[in-house]
């Protein structure tokens, strides 16, 4: 079964810095998708950036980029010039490629303070 | 707009007492699930369906029950709730990823209290 682990319970940034979150997976499949969602205190799930693992190019999504290390399994989220609206929970995301497979696995998450 | 709607979004109910979380989505999608949200636990899921009459067991069913009778609708149900179903509850929908490149959409989020 997939795991995916986020080492990070809590993150603090100054406003306008940059800010990484960790998240590694541990799978034995060769195809699938990663995510990072934010959950603002509103709790709504909202996609953040996604990444598929056959394309070796980094996703980018404006202020947010990942690093994707496929043979390291690991998916770091950078947030750059960090705003107060980034503030929220981060969870990072796994779903298989295989068909008929939609769960998503989620990380225990990661809060992330935006200091002003 | 593409919508996935939950009701309730708040529920406070008692032990034991069957009570059941409705979950519509408006995009003809094939797939929907149910994953409950506790802290220090990230999202889980409880339940999915890849079709009409197509259910099967996520990670923590127990307690639970689903129903896939019409494409739009996948209702949670909670025969006989406990405390430790306390949570808050998100119903999410996807289309057949060949058709509609991996997005996933949630719905707002139920929190649900047994007392």
């Known amino acids: 079964a997939q795991t995916v682990t986020q080492s990070q319970p809590e993150m603090s940034v100054q406003e306008a810095e940059t800010v990484t979150l960790s998240c590694t997976y541990d799978?034995?499949?060769?195809?699938?998708?990663l995510f990072w969602y934010k959950q603002p205190p509103s709790r709504q799930m909202i996609l953040v950036i996604r990444?598929?693992?056959?394309?070796?190019q980094n996703a980018t999504e404006n202020r947010f980029s990942v690093n994707f290390q496929k043979a390291a399994k690991s998916f770091s989220l950078k947030i750059s010039d960090s705003q107060l609206g980034d503030a929220a929970m981060y969870f990072c995301?796994?779903?298989?490629?295989?068909?008929?497979?939609?769960?998503?696995?989620f990380g225990k998450g990661t809060k992330l303070t935006v200091n002003p | 707009e593409a919508q996935v709607t939950q009701n309730p979004r708040y529920l406070i109910t008692v032990t034991g007492k069957k009570l059941t979380v409705t979950c519509s989505q408006n995009m003809n999608h094939e797939y929907m699930s149910w994953y409950r949200q506790d802290p220090g636990l990230g999202l889980r899921q409880i339940y999915y369906?890849?079709?009409?009459?197509?259910?099967d067991k996520g990670d923590v069913p127990e307690g639970y029950k689903v129903s896939r009778k019409e494409k739009r609708n996948f209702p949670l149900i909670l025969e006989s709730p406990s405390p430790n179903q306390t949570s808050l509850y998100f119903c999410?929908?996807?289309?057949?990823?060949?058709?509609?490149?991996?997005?996933?959409?949630f719905g707002e989020g139920s929190w649900l209290t047994v007392v």
């Open positions: 369906s890849m079709n009409v009459e197509v259910t």
């Open positions: 990444q598929e693992a056959y394309k070796q």
């Open positions: 799978t034995s499949e060769s195809d699938y998708y």
């Open positions: 995301a796994y779903r298989s490629a295989e068909g008929g497979s939609e769960k998503l696995v």
């Open positions: 999410a929908s996807s289309s057949d990823r060949r058709y509609s490149g991996n997005t996933i959409y």
